[in-house]
């Protein structure tokens, strides 16, 4: 079992920056693939990004890519997303989720653990 928690949601303006944390229980947490996703009002929950156990494969969606990285401290049994130049339509639910895996997935059926959310608000 692992249990997330997500932090570091919050309001922020176009082009600001925030930093979000999923910090995970278990002493397994290096073999687990971590992914964010995202889901807005009304909309399907949607991929962000994905980083696999050592942290060394990853995987953006194309909406982030160049604007958001995501890295992962195993001795801490955190995994961060550093998001830069936020757009409004970044407006949205974020959520981090964990799949035992040597790779990663980008579906989000594939994974097995999820957190509760934070929000992220983006203000034009």
């Known amino acids: 079992q692992v249990q997330l928690v997500e932090s570091g949601g919050g309001l922020v303006q176009a082009g600001g920056s925030l930093r979000l944390s999923c910090a995970a229980s278990?002493?397994?947490?290096?073999?687990?693939?971590i992914a964010w996703f995202r889901q807005a009002p009304g909309k399907e929950r949607e991929f962000v990004v994905a980083?696999?156990?050592?942290?060394?494969?990853?995987g953006y969606a194309d909406s982030v890519k160049g604007r958001f990285t995501a890295s992962r401290d195993n001795a801490k049994n955190t995994v961060y997303l550093q998001m830069n130049s936020l757009k409004p339509e970044d407006t949205a639910v974020y959520y981090c989720?964990?799949?035992?895996?040597?790779?990663?997935?980008?579906?989000?059926?594939?994974?097995?653990?999820w957190g509760q959310g934070t929000q992220v608000t983006v203000s034009s």
């Open positions: 989720a964990a799949a035992r895996s040597s790779g990663w997935y980008y579906r989000a059926f594939q994974y097995d653990y």
């Open positions: 278990g002493r397994t947490f290096s073999t687990y693939a």
């Open positions: 980083i696999s156990g050592s942290g060394g494969n990853l």
